[in-house]
């Protein structure tokens, strides 16, 4: 079993900063990308950010230049600094881990951008 967990979701101004955390467990031999994902009601999830275990990142265009995407490796954590917030970004975000056999998906953590 592989668990994948977020952690740093909540509720934040407009133009404000939060820091997802991310981390997988359990039977875990290499992971070679992690992601994240968000879903506001009413559409579809979208890939937010990625980046692979060489180090590559990308970023969906609404993102670009105010989000950064990291990852530990050796810890098998990744993480989502989002700066200059919207209320747009406003979702339920979710981590994946991507394994060659398998992707594992946490249960999600929630951002909403308001005043």
């Known amino acids: 079993q592989v668990r994948v967990v977020e952690s740093g979701g909540g509720l934040v101004q407009p133009g404000g900063s939060l820091r997802l955390s991310c981390a997988a467990s359990?039977?875990?031999?290499?992971?070679?990308?992690m992601g994240w994902y968000r879903q506001a009601p009413g559409k579809q999830r979208e890939l937010v950010a990625t980046v692979t275990s060489g180090g590559s990142t990308h970023y969906t265009d609404s993102v670009k230049g105010r989000f950064t995407i990291s990852r530990e490796n050796a810890k098998n954590t990744v993480y989502l600094q989002m700066n200059s917030l919207k209320p747009e970004d406003t979702a339920v975000y979710y981590c994946?881990?991507?394994?060659?056999?398998?992707?594992?998906w946490g249960q999600g953590t929630q951002v909403t951008v308001s005043s």
């Open positions: 359990g039977s875990i031999s290499s992971i070679y990308a």
């Open positions: 994946r881990a991507d394994m060659r056999t398998n992707n594992y």
